[in-house]
């Protein structure tokens, strides 16, 4: 997301059709407080492209030639997890839909999807929400409500000083401290010497890393772990 809710998302299209690809940049980049910042005719072009620009959004396509949007996600994903991916495309498997979501995609459209869908899929992914469309989310309800559907087992209650936190890396680990200390971003900043949206990625990266939902769930694990404690 955004620094200062001025900042306009910054979006990465990926799709292999140009009549479509330079239609929908034209039509998005109309929409205040969204900037196309590049565009990508293949996976592999996207892969290249968000690593280089390091947008907030890529707009993926799933049929394109050489690497797919499938894997084109997952390696966005994997290689910048504070990178949201909206897939956008013809398929509307259910196989498709999961494989997506598997890869690390956290929004999923039809090429039906009117101007305001795509946009609020765009805006929503940047907060962090799961967005699908509304032919793809009564698949999604039905096959995780639907009979037969496994319940969730719940979590068993973390005990202080379970994790270490070995997977994330030493500059992290200081800012997840700041965290469970409850410094905002803007004082992490300062206190670290970093932009307010280095510390926003490192923040992101923290709880994919954590498999935490946000901010309040991540200070609990941090402070089951001894950290931000007086």
Known sequence: MPERPDEPLRILLADDHPVYRDGLAMLLGSVPGIDVVGTAASGAEAVTGAAELQPDIVVMDVGMPGMDGIEATRRVTAASPHIGVVVLTMAEEDATLFAAMRAGARGYLLKGANQAEIVRAIRGVAAGDVIFGPSMARRVADFFGGPGAAEPTPAASPRPGEYVFPQLTPRERDIIELVAAGR????????????????????????????VADRAEAIIRARDAGLGRP
């Not at 970093?194 to 890393?209: A, D, E, G, H, M």
């Open 184 to 211: 905002s971003n803007a004082q992490i900043a300062a206190t670290l010497f970093l932009s307010q949206k280095t510390v926003r990625n490192n923040v992101s990266n923290i709880f994919t890393k954590l498999h």
